[in-house]
């Protein structure tokens, strides 16, 4: 749906998500037990090939060795798995630091790297609000949803005293967030995302995927921010992965009817299988967020939803078009210490309506994109972001018309044939 290389998708049955629910017991051994098509360790345990201990065989005992071994690891379960602490801890040196995902991150870092059944992994750890028991059966569930877009949900383990999750997801090779690409401290004036279509490219895959969040994993992602895009791949056209799938589930963070008033999502109540999350009335509430990408009805103490979602994606897309961050504060009084608050919203819409789109699109994209789709993008992004969740769209509208500009700037790319290291100016600033 996002261009030539349709992501996979699949996602574990309505019926499984019933099984795995019917009880604290039965949820546990859903996420433990065997999946389909492998034996189960007991049975392979009692069916290993003999191996005779009067052959004088090397070659003979050395092929029955690697057949036990490929049995054994025939036998072991697919990922996502409910590992238990000691697992992670093991894996990630007790959380040193040596193991931080980001080694200059200070000591009360929630982020680790480490290696979990051979897989490469980043572990994160977040305040659990549900109870631990009932983390196995969205576990199951989740864990099963795969796109090409979203870094894989590897697993969780819940700490000792149960107040504490810890999600590890897959570790993208050579990737590197969106935030930092666009916004780079040490040199602010260079940027590889620096073509038109290399940005339609990524705004098409994390819309495509937050559809597939909504609509076929039937959940709230309440984690999307520019930081949060990982941008992988040194070609021409970089591809996104969305990370913290299935986190604010998992967490116990989205409340127990977490679709939207106008039934979006698929039918019957996910009430069945998210296990009861923790009720906290709005006054108590934590609210869960990142600045500049919370919507309004967030910071006021209302739950996540798809809606506040479609909120966040709408900044993300502004952030693509236009390279600035969501907030910006600039100090106008030194004496005084007063700073002037700027919103990339607010500077987007004056510059849809004031006709100002080419002084305010991405300078670093050197005119060098077609000024009606960059003003149909930004337009599209300020209906993601109305203050009024019920004047947002949904994703399966949001991911059609960001599909067709993609192809759209695909067409537009082919046929001017940009060069990338020449600046073409098409109408003066």
């Known amino acids: 749906m996002v261009g030539p290389n349709k992501p996979n ?28 098509h492998h034996r189960s360790p007991r049975t392979t345990a009692t069916s290993f090939p003999a191996v005779s201990f009067y052959s004088t065989s090397s070659s003979s005992a050395a092929s029955s060795s690697a057949a036990s071994l490929a049995a054994l690891r025939d036998s072991l379960p697919e990922l996502p798995l409910l590992f238990t602490f000691q697992d992670l801890a093991t894996a990630t040196a007790n959380f040193s630091a040596a193991h931080r ?3 200059a991150a200070p000591s009360s870092s929630n982020s680790f790297r480490c290696a979990l059944r051979g897989h490469p992994a980043a572990v994160f750890r977040r305040p659990l609000r549900r ?22 949900l590897l697993g969780a383990a819940a700490s000792p005293d149960r107040t504490t999750l810890f999600l590890a997801y897959e570790l993208v090779p050579d990737a590197s967030p969106l935030s930092v690409l666009l916004r780079n401290p040490k040199n602010p004036s260079f940027t590889p995302l620096a073509s038109w279509h290399s940005r339609l490219q990524l705004a098409a895959d994390v819309s495509d995927a937050l559809y597939y969040v909504h609509l076929q994993a ?18 021409p056209l970089p591809r996104a ?11 116990g963070e989205l409340p127990v009817e977490h679709k939207d008033d106008d039934g979006g999502g698929s039918k019957g109540s996910s009430s069945a ?3 009861g999350h923790r009720r906290t009335s709005s006054r108590g509430r934590r609210i869960e967020g990142t600045r500049g990408y919370m919507a309004p009805e967030l910071v006021a103490g209302g739950p996540p939803s798809r809606r506040s979602d479609v909120f966040a994606l709408g900044v993300v897309l502004l952030e693509l078009v236009s390279g600035q961050e969501p907030v910006r504060y600039e100090l106008v009084n030194r004496g005084t210490g007063e700073y002037e608050r700027t919103s990339l919203i607010d500077t987007a819409a004056a510059a ?8 305010w699109v991405d300078r670093r994209l050197r005119d060098s994109f077609p000024i009606d789709a960059a003003e149909s993008l930004t337009t599209l992004a300020l209906r993601c ?40 100016s098409i109408a003066p600033r």
């Open 131 to 152: 109870d631990a028991r009932d983390v196995a059966a969205r576990l199951a569930v989740l864990g099963h949803c795969h796109h090409a877009a979203i870094a894989r």
């Open 273 to 275: 299988s998210s296990g």
């Open 385 to 424: 972001v109305a203050k009024d969740p019920l004047a947002r769209p949904d994703m399966a509208w949001v991911a059609a018309k960001v599909s067709k500009l993609f192809l759209e700037a695909q067409e537009w790319a082919t046929k001017f044939n940009i060069p990338t290291d020449i600046s073409i």
């Open 9 to 36: 998708r699949m996602c574990k049955s309505k019926s499984a998500t019933a099984t795995a629910n019917s009880s604290s017991s039965s949820a546990m051994a859903a996420a433990a037990s065997t999946p389909r």
């Open 218 to 235: 039937d959940t709230v992602h309440n984690r999307l921010s520019a930081s949060s895009v990982l941008v992988c791949g040194d070609g």
């Open 101 to 103: 995902l980001v080694p």
């Open 352 to 359: 849809v309506a004031e006709e100002g789109m080419r002084r």
């Open 241 to 251: 992965k969305i990370a913290h799938f299935g986190a604010a589930d998992l967490a």
